[in-house]
């Protein structure tokens, strides 16, 4: 199976930039979107159902804001919206399907914004899911988490630590909170498979960031640890446009 993970920023900004079209010669198995910034009611069928997959929608209350999906191949047993608490639910920032063999979630996670204000409530939504993903471990789930995460985790992963260390998406308490998710037995799939630096999923549009590839490493596939026997292959997609961010994969025998 091959997973794929990818911020759009804009499912209809990055539909006339030819994204169906990459998606049919990728032929992902599962494709996981991050910040489509629409509701369902505002999209064409193209967008909704493309050819061989079902689609899911998390969409925010707020128009044009946040919202994930997922393209699967297969059906899923069960898809959940959000994690159970309405102050992140309204964001549209979490999908959850249940497939034989594992469960995935799709997660936009929360950026601490502008002067960092909003790294409160981005602690609060990791806690949350930590939590929620536990639980679902504790009766014996094994668990595929893929998204945004919004923070780099240590020095290796952007390319201007010392520059962004008291900025969100590399503060002390984010990365710590990574360091902690890992901990508790989770695998950064792309750092199993590769140790170096200078590998960026995100870089900055207003600053001309991509060009000279100053970027940042925010989005992840993490499995559990019962599934690395069967993790084959853990890769970015650099050269993917369209969108601020490029696409993450996993291939899982």
């Known amino acids: 199976m091959k997973l794929i993970s990818f911020n759009v920023n804009g499912i209809r900004a990055i539909e006339k930039k030819g994204f169906f079209d990459w998606v049919s010669k990728e032929n992902p198995d599962i494709l996981a979107l991050q910040e489509t910034k629409a509701h369902p009611?505002?999209?064409?069928?193209?967008?909704?159902?493309?050819?061989?997959?079902?689609?899911?929608?998390?969409?925010?209350?707020?128009?044009?804001?946040?919202g994930v999906a997922i393209y699967t191949k297969q059906i899923p047993k069960s898809v959940v919206e959000g994690l159970g608490i309405l102050e992140f639910d309204s964001e549209g920032r979490t999908l959850i399907a249940e497939y034989d063999d594992f469960i995935l979630?799709?997660?936009?996670?929360?950026?601490?914004?502008?002067?960092?204000?909003r790294v409160p409530f981005k602690m609060r939504f990791y806690?949350?899911?930590?939590?929620?993903?536990?639980?679902?471990?504790?009766?014996?789930?094994?668990?595929?988490?893929?998204?945004?995460?919004?923070?780099?985790?240590?020095?290796?992963?952007?390319?201007?630590?010392?520059?962004?260390?008291?900025?969100?998406?590399?503060?002390p308490e984010e990365r710590a909170w990574v360091t902690k998710f890992i901990e508790h037995g989770?695998?950064?799939t792309f750092r199993h498979f590769t140790k170096e630096g200078g590998h960026y999923s995100?870089?900055?549009?207003?600053?001309?960031?991509?060009?000279?590839?100053?970027?940042?490493?925010?989005?992840?596939?993490?499995?559990?640890?019962?599934?690395?026997?069967?993790?084959?292959?853990?890769?970015?997609?650099?050269?993917?446009?369209?969108?601020?961010?490029?696409?993450?994969?996993?291939?899982?025998?």
């Not at 009611?41 to 909704?48: A, C, G, N, R, V």
Request: include cysteine.
């Open 41 to 66: 009611d505002q999209l064409t069928e193209t967008i909704l159902k493309p050819k061989g997959y079902t689609s899911y929608w998390s969409s925010a209350e707020k128009k044009g804001y946040s």
């Open 105 to 117: 979630f799709n997660i936009y996670y929360p950026n601490g914004s502008t002067g960092n204000k």
């Open 202 to 253: 995100w870089w900055d549009y207003y600053t001309g960031a991509r060009a000279r590839d100053v970027g940042w490493r925010i989005d992840y596939f993490f499995i559990t640890k019962d599934l690395l026997p069967r993790l084959k292959k853990a890769w970015i997609l650099k050269d993917v446009m369209g969108s601020d961010h490029c696409p993450v994969a996993i291939e899982i025998k």
């Open 186 to 188: 989770y695998v950064d």
């Open 127 to 171: 806690d949350a899911f930590l939590d929620k993903a536990e639980s679902l471990r504790k009766k014996g789930k094994s668990l595929i988490i893929c998204g945004d995460v919004n923070t780099a985790h240590t020095e290796i992963d952007l390319a201007r630590p010392k520059e962004n260390a008291k900025n969100t998406g590399f503060l």
